[in-house]
């Protein structure tokens, strides 16, 4: 005990003192603070294109799906909630939203590739960084274990590849009602399990 | 009021989008008042990114000049946020409080980020003996204003804010959302007319604001811009 507190101390408080600069520059450009714009996407456009890029996968379109998430964030920001969300999870849920949008506007009318639609994605996680996150990365993974893969590849792949109860009945054929209560239980069970551990 | 687990799996689905058209702002409008219900539905890409790390990089130089430029051409007009969603349920008679809340609110959020605090100029919009309230807040800098009804009625019209400088003129900043703060982007030939005494006044006027820019109703109410 005597060891460590003190990294793991030094590590809340970077993340919280992170968390209320995110805060601090998102409540400025609900007011039109353009500098203070600059300033947050100085500090999260990295973060945010990967998540572009985890959902486009090629740099062109990522970066065009990244403009229009960070036009969207100026817009929207007087919207930012500090004392419901976190800063980086808004941003990261209004990049994927208008990313998948338009993801889902480039693909309509294709015919949904269903063994794309549920393949699973390769994790390839940063070995740094989750060696760093390994106690939070450890209690995801033996949350995810608990679930079933083909749940929580299609939870995954709904979020990442904006994939429906449609395609996964239609992947399964099984009925629609039944792929949805089936994947509301695993959401339950994980959220659970997450907020049971951590 | 404790979330059910029908509630948690909503939640899970509206961040997944995996809702239907109706019961995605089903549950989006219960976002705006069941504040347990919005942190859960928040949690989510906290989740999911914890269930598979992202890889971060940098995007091209390109994409932050373009990001800029289009700020720079389109000035915003939108509602303020939700932490002002407190000023809703207000009336007339807790106006003077409001206002200097109104003003604490403004200052709050200080960091290193911009040492410079910018002046920010306020006015108390209302009528003597009059129901109507309106608190103002104006940041020169960046052209922002903030309007905050505390109490405004205008029956089957529309309330138009106008600004009043010394040569007497009334100039329209727009129509004004009597139902919740909003942010108004003020265009910058306009921003001149907006300094400590010059007047802010409201009228009722139709849909689509006075014609040929030209007031029509009575001013309901009115208030000069002062400092801090």
């Not at chain 1, 390769?122 to 949350?143: G, H, N, T, W």
């Not at chain 2, 910058?188 to 007031?215: C, D, S, V, Y």
């Amino acid at each position: 005990m005597n060891a460590q507190p003190d990294a793991s101390q030094m590590a809340i408080a970077r993340a919280t003192r992170e968390r209320e600069l995110l805060s601090d520059a998102l409540g400025r450009v609900g007011i039109g603070d353009r500098k203070a714009f600059e300033f947050l996407y100085r500090r999260t456009s990295a973060k945010l294109f990967g998540v572009c890029l985890r959902i486009f996968g090629n740099r062109n379109e990522a970066e065009e799906a990244l403009q229009d998430a960070y036009l969207t964030i100026w817009s929207r920001a007087a919207a930012f909630d500090r004392d419901r969300a976190s800063p980086i999870s808004w941003l990261v849920a209004i990049t994927r939203n208008r990313a998948i949008d338009r993801l889902r506007a480039r693909d309509k009318g294709k015919p949904v590739d269903l063994e794309e639609a549920l393949a699973i994605p390769d994790p390839a996680p940063d070995a740094e960084k989750r060696l760093e996150e390994k106690d939070e990365a450890r209690v995801v993974d033996s949350c995810i274990e608990r679930l079933d893969d083909r749940d929580a590849n299609f939870i995954r792949a709904a979020f990442w590849n904006g994939r429906t109860y449609a395609d996964l009945a239609v992947a399964e054929s099984t009925p629609l009602p039944t792929v949805k209560s089936r994947i509301r239980r695993a959401l339950i069970k994980l959220r659970h399990c997450l907020e049971g551990m951590s | 009021m404790r979330l059910t687990d029908e509630d948690i799996a909503t939640a899970g689905e509206l961040a997944l989008g995996l809702l239907d058209k109706a019961e995605a702002a089903q549950a989006r409008a219960r976002l705006a008042d069941d504040p347990e219900f919005a942190t859960e539905y928040a949690k989510w890409p906290d989740r999911m990114t914890a269930m598979e790390p992202l890889i971060e990089d940098a995007p091209s130089p390109a994409v932050w000049s373009r990001i800029d430029a289009a700020i720079a051409s389109q000035p915003r007009q939108d509602n303020a946020g939700t932490h002002l969603r407190i000023w809703q349920g207000l009336t007339a008679a807790s106006f003077a409080v409001a206002l200097v809340l109104a003003t604490v609110l403004w200052r709050q959020p200080e960091t290193q980020l911009v040492p410079a605090q910018p002046q920010i100029l306020v006015a108390a919009i209302g009528a003597e003996g009059g129901r109507e309230s309106v608190a103002a807040n104006y940041n020169p800098q960046t052209g922002a204003l903030q309007i905050i009804p505390i109490s405004l009625d205008t029956g089957t019209l529309y309330p138009e804010l106008w600004i009043i400088p010394e040569d007497g003129v009334a100039r329209s900043l727009g129509m004004i959302d009597p139902s919740k703060p909003a942010v108004h982007s003020i265009p910058e030939t306009m921003r001149p007319h907006l300094h400590k005494g010059a007047l802010f006044a409201i009228t009722p006027e139709p849909a689509g604001g006075a014609p040929n820019g030209k007031a029509t109703g009575p001013v309901i109410a009115k208030g000069a811009i002062d400092t801090i």
